[in-house]
């Protein structure tokens, strides 16, 4: 009688899988929390790579050896259903590294929208991954001052 060997490849990409999830999710609440509007958008951009990168780590057509990629362009092919969201991410990707670079800047309303993107981003994923959504990240969105004076405009500006 042969002896199967253990499968152990599944219990490490499951584990993979719900550790950039769990990233993920630190990663919206640090963003909520951030009092920068340059750091906020930057740490949801990070959390959505994370949140693509935990559907790519699911796939199981992955071979180990496979040469990196772009995640935002291999996300459409494994999960036909986001590829809008990759298009809309690798866009914001340029986006993040001028900010990172300080040759741009981000108003606090763009990256307030950002962070709201990321958690229906990742709303989708959980349901792709077959995970439950936890708690809504955005209802904790700190303030952050509008030292540009570019974002939200002020409640007498809106009347």
Same mark, same amino acid.
């Given at each position: ?79 036909? =259903? ?17 900010? =990172? ?8 309303? =763009? ?11 990742? =709303? ?36």
């Amino acid at each position: 009688m042969r002896r199967s060997a253990r499968p152990t490849a599944p219990t490490a990409v499951a584990g993979a899988v719900l550790d950039l999830v769990e990233r993920t999710r630190t990663g919206l609440l640090q963003a909520c929390h951030a009092t920068r509007a340059d750091e906020r958008y930057r740490l949801a951009h990070l959390a959505a790579l994370r949140a693509a990168a935990a559907v790519l780590a699911a796939d199981a057509r992955r071979s180990a050896g496979s040469r990196p990629r772009n995640v935002w362009s291999v996300l459409p092919a494994v999960a036909p =259903e986001l590829s809008e969201w990759a298009a809309f991410f690798e866009g914001s990707a340029a986006r993040r590294q001028l900010l =990172e670079r300080g040759a741009a800047e981000v108003s606090t309303r =763009e990256a307030d929208d950002l962070v709201r993107q990321v958690e229906t981003f990742l =709303e989708l994923v959980l349901t792709h991954l077959g995970l439950p959504m936890m708690e809504s990240f955005t209802a904790c969105v700190a303030p952050v001052p509008n030292v540009s004076g570019v974002g939200y405009p002020r409640v007498s500006e809106a009347v």
